[in-house]
């Protein structure tokens, strides 16, 4: 089963735009993560953010978690074709627990 | 950066056949997953081992799939037999112990005809 919904499930912006993503998941988490997967390939992490934290930065990502509306949102700001892909946010009920992904957004970056 | 390798990368069977796939975790990461990824969707869990133990098979169809990690290091994962419905894409994962972020092959294609 998925917990995590993500919307929109599809975004196509142009080069230079900023994206964002949202996750609505059920229940109570230990921390929620966001990946990308590239079309065949595999996922490659992107970041964690704990269930205590608000806001997260790494490089050109800004993660922000609202515990009280069960809500994540992911932000690529200046983007580029290069972070065409989709995008899952991940959680974790317990921290040793399996992650249970979403069904993803796919982000179309046009140059 | 190491990798988690997965092989074949491509695998094309009839359905009632059987199929296995592999994985080779990046060492030193005791906890590998198996997760199956169907077109369009997120990865689903399919088990989860800590070591050469299973901590999590709630979601393996057991009557036709079987993963084993004798070793505690790469992993197999069979299904027999394939049927039409196995068409997704496989993946594997490792991480250490904890809420480490995972770390995931290229997965292996499987399409059942």
């Known amino acids: 089963s998925q917990q995590g919904e993500e919307d929109p499930q599809a975004l196509s912006i142009q080069e230079g735009e900023n994206a964002t993503m949202n996750c609505s998941y059920k229940t109570s988490i230990n921390n929620l993560q966001w990946y990308r997967q590239n079309s065949g390939r595999g996922l490659v992490h992107l970041i964690l953010i704990r269930s205590n934290e608000r806001e997260k930065h790494s490089g050109r990502l800004r993660v922000t978690l609202d515990t009280s509306k069960k809500s994540s949102s992911l932000l690529i700001t200046a983007s580029r074709a290069a972070d065409t892909a989709s995008y899952f946010c991940?959680?974790?009920?317990?921290?040793?627990?399996?992650?249970?992904f979403g069904k993803g957004t796919r982000l179309s970056v046009i140059a | 950066e190491a990798e988690v390798a997965q092989s074949p990368r491509y695998k094309i069977t009839e359905k009632s056949q059987a199929v296995a796939f592999w994985c080779d975790p990046i060492s030193g990461h005791a906890t590998l997953y198996w997760y199956r990824q169907i077109l369009g969707q997120g990865p689903e869990l399919l088990v989860q081992f800590q070591d050469e133990s299973v901590v999590d098979d709630s979601q393996l169809p057991k009557d036709r799939f079987s993963a084993e990690r004798l070793k505690g290091v790469d992993s197999t994962l069979k299904i027999q037999p394939a049927e039409l419905g196995d068409s997704a894409m496989y993946l594997c994962?490792?991480?250490?112990?904890?809420?480490?972020?995972?770390?995931f092959g290229n997965g292996t294609r499987l399409t059942v005809t």
């Open positions: 991940a959680t974790d009920p317990s921290g040793n627990t399996p992650l249970v």
């Open positions: 994962a490792s991480s250490h112990a904890g809420d480490s972020p995972l770390h």
